[in-house]
Nanobody, 130 residues
Framework: QLQLLESGGGSVQTGGSLRLSCAQS????????LAWFRQAPGKEREGVAT???????TYADPVKGRFTISQDNAKNTLYLQINNLKPEDTAMYYC????????????????????????WGQGTQVTVSS
């Protein structure tokens, strides 16, 4: 079983930056979708960014241009670089993973945004004050 452990959250002021990390251990996936989600109090969980095995990325509209997702396979760690933070970014941030049966290629997009993720971390809190 794959284990995911997030870190890097904190309290920052508007305009600040954070880098969230998600360390993967256990049954590591050779073909995958990895994702960051967030959930603010009283709101539904929303997808923030995804990345697949070959580094193809997607971003939700509210975070485009400010968030960057990346995966370091040598360290088995997923990152989310968050710049120009806004109060509306305040939420618990979760990383998630799903094993793919087929390896993504330039010609096959696994559509990580639509996947039903089955591996989740415990979350890391991001709080942005104005």
């Amino acid at each position: 079983q794959l284990q995911l452990l997030e870190s890097g959250g904190g309290s920052v002021q508007t305009g600040g930056s954070l880098r969230l990390s998600c360390a993967q251990s256990g049954d590591l996936y050779s073909s995958y979708c990895l994702a960051w989600f967030r959930q603010a109090p009283g709101k539904e969980r929303e997808g923030v960014a995804t990345i697949d095995t070959i580094g193809r990325t997607t971003y939700a509209d509210p975070v485009k241009g400010r968030f960057t997702i990346s995966q370091d396979n040598a360290k088995n760690t997923l990152y989310l670089q968050i710049n120009n933070l806004k109060p509306e970014d305040t939420a618990m941030y979760y990383c998630a993973a799903i094993r793919l049966r087929v390896r993504p290629t330039d010609f096959w997009d696994p559509d990580c945004r639509s996947r039903d993720y089955n591996d989740w971390g415990q979350g890391t809190q991001v709080t942005v004050s104005s």
